[in-house]
């Protein structure tokens, strides 16, 4: 009797996961994302889970241009202070209620007006939404802002059903309910974040998956372990010294994308005491810093390769990349002469890094090259969240820190290096800096925003604030039956055309 | 661990010593700590590489004749490291217990001794001290002091002293009722002079046997911060870190993984036995 | 009787009391500012300020304190900092995911050292009660992460046949659940093993070398029905009462195990919790296990009398 009823529901089990995993993809995430609330949301893996979820104005290609989503055209007036878009007809959120210029507005100051809204910097320049009819908006900002575009192709630009986010206030973060060709079903806290095919979605036949379930595993040996045994149709980040194994296994494919982000380490120039160094307070001892380190090297030691070296804030593949300031090859000479002209003999040094094996790897290579050019540093692995404060209250001499990357340059430098930034850490002031970092955020035209960069990077690369170091590859790694997906560099995962076949 | 209480009068000290000296057993654990602890203070002048040196063009080789144990991420030579490492695990075991011993002790024989509501806020205290989690005692601990071998070593002590108050005040509650003892309250002498002469010497033996367990205890607990990355530092080698990072490569390089994790079983495995060599030694029933 | 364990309990009190304030003091402790950690890459002053008086940042610690203990006591947790979840929610998402590991690894456990301490203490001396001993002392010293770890590099790296990671709820699919539970509970459950094993060898041999045996092995009783119906039965008392407080000891020992193999239990919450700063998780999730831990002492102290028949009639 027992056996038997035993017996049925193993069959049972048996059948329901047969069958689920039929259209079901099972990602395999980093960390645990944070609040599921675009407004309130804050880390790079929920912007993933985001993706699938919550539908944006407006969306990137491949190559980072900007493509409409819920929005379906944009246009500027010649002051640059209004922006109007038109909006898709017939899309609804998940829980029925339509989309239109109505909701956008509703949102917009949400993200504007809720206390716990992190998007209030994102939207600084946005003065006032009105809708200006059913499926019309109109933007009006207090001063020409060419980021806006990309900040409305991120989170800020995330709709959520105005109805559900009345009802449910904060709460909208245990159960999001956006516009997204996937609904939300759970979350199991550190364990899974379940959705499902939202059938009314506007191109809903372009999404083939029944349900998409994000597994945080943190460990990549796990994680990757996880794939091969087929626990997981695809993960994000692989591990740099997992490629090649990935790349020989037949059954598996690979795929990568450069980021839009950074790796490097900040200097504390000014903010407090322990800047009183000639590190802090000597750009030539920065910069025989930056030429002790064989970038190259780097790479190849501790990302085996598939990383990109650079030296500024966006990889060498960026249209915004400055070519006229190449990475520059290791020269411990130069290095040594730069230190002897500022009267530096030995210099130690301390330098915050996360304390994670692969930040320790890399680290440690670097504390080796910069001591054959005269620098003794000595590491302090410290926490992520003690190393939060420590930087903003300026308890460090040097911070191993990196950047997930932004579509719009501007989100890679202003609050990084003008003198009142968010993020500016290394309290690094430059009026000039400031006067062109602001000017490049008023035009549109590509060329003329270059030529405004190229100068503010004419005095970042002598004052080198930020030594920047390398450039995350994102790496994916998916089963072979998975098809359709393709790598963006902002590392998300889209998931139209994607199938399990 | 439980340990048996048992008051041991001087004379049975040799009795004890030459029971220890027959326990095959307590001989190979003695032999094996021994080891380590031998091979930790040659490390400077043993012939090895330097274990922070780095060579670019030998990073993960597998063991070979010229790297006996292979190299690391970043082309150390793991024998190297692992030799180093020993005196992290070996100081992280005893300067911890050490600690825990220093302040466990006088707690425990004062609670014991003077009873009454000194001794009931200690016992609470000590309860509520257990019930906590050991590790994340430990971890909060490491984290406030700031990741480094010494707060490691300072987290791993504090995280255990209720187990060394409550061992010495069951042990004082055995031996304050003696006869010895009454007799010295009886000539009139002062409690410091009675703790230190009559009570302590009947206490040390369980003592000595719960410090060596706990530096097997101690030594697991610094590989877990490390592997956490809450212990030593880089470029300094301990043992728990060595896995941290080994743990990355276990596919590609499964040494790196196999020797820490051997070596710290050894040394564990060597304590141990030495604490089971030294409970029944000093156990005066004989089996 | 009923009085003894009356005194128990409230014995228990005064600790509750004490191991709240140590809970409490524990996250105050934590250096890095959990406010920080929440803004995230985006740190807009007026933001920060907010949530540091949404979050009663500001309050004297004594304020705080009794606010949250009042809070606890009409069972409000409070809410996860990072993911605005009820803690109470995630304390009972959790805690069936810790006790189904926890009683996995005591299953392990009892196959492995009770046999193991009965054989060894019947053959005392002998090469069986020397391997017995070498392997319960094994369980003892070998890291439980390390086990971890060099387990999933063979068992599910290089072999594959179990999944390295990940939890099923048992109603959900019992046989996926059970399967990814092995590997874990059999790394809790070694040093587990291991001291119930030396636990059953002494109570054994303390049984065996009682005159109650001995009569009854003069009478001419079989061996083996000495050995279980009159030696065992009465080392039984002193195993359960270890049992008991092994229990307490697993919920908390359960933390490397489910970090290695990322089980979404206590342990794994505790971790990432301390790591996020999420104060109100760490302090809600210490307590209860704290309060595991002497609940579990109190069952093993009630036990012990309840199982002791001349106890009984002492008290």
């Known amino acids: ?501 | 661990m439980s340990v048996t209480a048992v008051a041991v009068p001087a004379r049975s000290r040799s009795r004890a010593w030459r029971k220890l000296r027959a326990n095959r057993a307590a001989l190979v654990g003695a032999v094996l700590v021994a080891f380590f602890v031998a091979i930790a203070v040659m490390a400077p002048i043993l012939p090895i590489p330097d274990p922070a040196a780095t060579d670019w063009g030998k990073i993960r080789l597998a063991p070979s004749t010229q790297h006996w144990l292979g190299t690391d991420e970043i082309g150390r030579d793991i024998l190297s490291r692992m030799i180093w490492g020993a005196r992290a695990s070996l100081l992280a075991g005893v300067v911890s217990v050490a600690i825990a011993v220093l302040i466990g002790v006088p707690f425990g024989l004062i609670a014991g001794y003077f009873g009454g509501w000194v001794d009931s806020v200690i016992a609470r205290a000590t309860d509520a001290l257990l019930a906590m989690p050991f590790l994340i005692m430990a971890i909060a601990l490491a984290a406030f002091l700031g990741p480094s071998l010494t707060n490691a070593m300072i987290a791993i002590g504090l995280s255990a002293v209720p187990i060394f108050i409550r061992l010495t005040r069951g042990q004082v509650l055995a031996v304050k009722t003696e006869d010895y003892v009454e007799g010295a309250r009886a000539i009139g002498l002062g409690h410091l002079a009675i703790m230190t002469a009559y009570i302590l010497p009947n206490v040390i033996p369980p003592i000595l046997v719960q410090a060596t367990l706990t530096v097997a205890t101690a030594i697991i607990a610094e590989a877990s911060l490390s592997f956490l990355g809450l212990g030593q530092q880089p470029p300094s080698p301990s043992w728990g870190s060595m896995l941290n990072t080994a743990k990355n490569f276990l596919s590609q390089a499964p040494w790196m993984a196999v020797w820490p994790g051997a070596a710290i079983f050894l040394v564990v495995m060597g304590f141990n036995l030495m604490g089971d060599g030294l409970r029944d030694a000093l156990d005066p029933r004989e089996h | 009787m009923l009085s003894y364990i009356l005194r128990r309990i409230l014995i228990a009190i005064p600790t509750l009391i004490l191991v709240s304030i140590f809970v409490f003091m524990l996250q105050k402790l934590l250096p890095g500012d959990p406010v920080l950690v929440m803004a995230g890459e985006e740190r807009d002053p007026e933001v920060l300020a907010y949530l540091r008086e949404q979050y009663r940042l500001n309050d004297p610690l004594i304020v705080q304190y009794f606010h949250w203990v009042g809070n606890v006591l009409q069972g409000d947790f409070g809410m996860s900092l990072r993911t605005r979840q009820p803690v109470a929610t995630l304390i009972a998402d959790k805690l069936p995911v810790t006790i189904q590991l926890a009683v996995m690894a005591m299953i392990f456990a009892f196959l492995i050292g009770i046999p193991a301490g009965i054989l060894s203490a019947v053959r005392k001396g002998t090469l069986t009660d020397y391997i017995a001993n070498f392997i319960a002392l094994s369980g003892l010293s070998i890291p439980n992460f390390w086990l971890g770890i060099m387990l999933i590099l063979l068992v599910s790296v290089n072999l594959g046949w179990l999944p390295a990671s990940g939890y099923e709820p048992l109603w959900r699919d019992p046989v996926r659940s059970i399967e990814t539970m092995i590997m874990p509970a059999f790394v809790l459950g070694t040093a587990l093993a291991a001291t119930l094993m030396r636990h059953t060898r002494s109570a054994m041999l303390g049984v065996l070398q009682s005159d109650y045996v001995r009569t009854a092995r003069a009478k001419g009783l079989r061996g083996r029905v000495v050995v279980m119906k009159h030696a065992f039965r009465n080392a039984v008392l002193p195993i359960v009462t270890l049992s008991a407080l092994l229990f307490g000891e697993l919920l908390a020992g359960a933390v490397l195990t489910e970090q290695i193999f990322t089980i979404p239990g206590f342990g794994k919450l505790i971790v990432d919790a301390v790591f996020n700063r999420d104060y109100a998780v760490v302090q809600g999730v210490v307590l209860c296990t704290a309060v595991g831990f002497i609940l579990m002492n109190l069952i093993a102290d009630v036990l012990y009398v309840l199982l002791n028949p001349r106890m009984r009639q002492s008290l």
């Open chain 1, 1 to 501: 009797m027992i056996t038997r009823k035993l017996l049925t529901a193993l069959l049972a089990s048996a059948a329901m996961t047969g069958m689920a995993q039929a259209a079901d993809l099972r990602i395999g995430l980093q960390e645990d994302p944070d609040v599921l609330d675009p407004d309130q949301a804050r880390t790079f893996v929920g912007r993933i889970v985001f993706e699938s979820l919550c539908d944006k104005l407006i969306n990137i290609s491949p190559d980072q241009s900007f493509v409409p989503e819920l929005a379906t055209e944009w246009s500027w007036s010649d002051d640059g202070l209004t922006l109007t878009m038109q909006l898709r007809e017939g899309a609804v959120f998940h829980d029925g209620t339509p989309f239109n210029a109505e909701a956008v507005v509703a949102n917009i100051e949400r993200s504007k007006t809720l206390p716990e809204s992190r998007r209030k910097s994102e939207l600084t320049s946005v003065e006032s939404v009105a809708a200006t009819g059913e499926y019309e908006v109109t933007f009006t900002l207090a001063n020409p802002d060419a980021t806006l575009i990309a900040q409305l192709s991120d989170r800020s630009g995330m709709m959520l059903s105005p109805t559900a986010a009345e009802e449910l206030g904060l709460d909208l973060a245990t159960n999001p309910v956006c516009s997204g060709p996937y609904k939300f079903v759970e979350r199991i806290d550190q364990d899974r974040i379940v959705l499902e095919k939202f059938a009314e979605y506007y191109n809903a036949d372009n999404y083939h998956l029944d349900r998409v379930i994000f597994l945080p595993i943190p460990d990549t040996t796990v994680r990757l372990a996880n794939l091969r045994s087929g626990d997981l149709d695809m993960l994000e980040r692989l591990a740099p010294s997992d490629a090649a194994g990935v790349q020989a296994d037949g059954s598996l494919q690979f795929v990568s994308a450069v980021s839009q982000g950074y790796q490097g380490i900040t200097v504390n120039l000014n903010n407090g005491a322990r800047s009183e160094s000639p590190f802090g307070k000597d750009a030539r001892v920065r910069k025989a810093f930056s030429l002790a380190i064989d970038r190259e090297a780097v790479n190849q030691v501790v990302f085996e390769g598939v990383y990109a070296p650079g030296n500024q804030h966006v990889p060498p593949t960026s249209p915004w990349y400055d070519e006229r300031h190449p990475v520059e090859a290791r020269d411990v000479a130069a290095a040594r002469a730069l230190l002897d002209e500022a009267g530096v003999d030995r210099l130690a040094l301390e330098i915050q890094a996360p304390n994670n094996p692969v930040q320790m790897q890399l680290m440690q290579v670097i504390q080796s090259m910069v001591a054959e050019a005269g620098f003794d540093i000595s590491i302090r692995a410290t926490e992520f969240a003690s190393m939060l404060q420590a930087q903003t209250a300026g308890d460090y001499q040097g911070s191993q820190v990196g950047w997930s990357g932004r579509t719009d340059p501007d989100g890679n430098l202003h609050a990084f290096v003008t003198c009142e930034g968010g993020l500016n850490d290394s309290k690094f002031c430059s009026e000039d800096v400031d006067r062109l970092l602001n000017a490049a955020r008023t035009t549109n035209d590509m060329d003329e925003r270059r030529a405004i960069y190229a100068e503010a990077q004419d005095i970042l690369m002598a004052e080198l604030p930020i030594i920047y170091l390398y450039h995350q590859t994102w790496l994916w790694a998916l089963r072979g039956n998975v098809t359709g997906f393709e790598g963006y560099p902002d590392g998300m995962i889209r998931l139209a055309g994607v199938r399990v076949e």
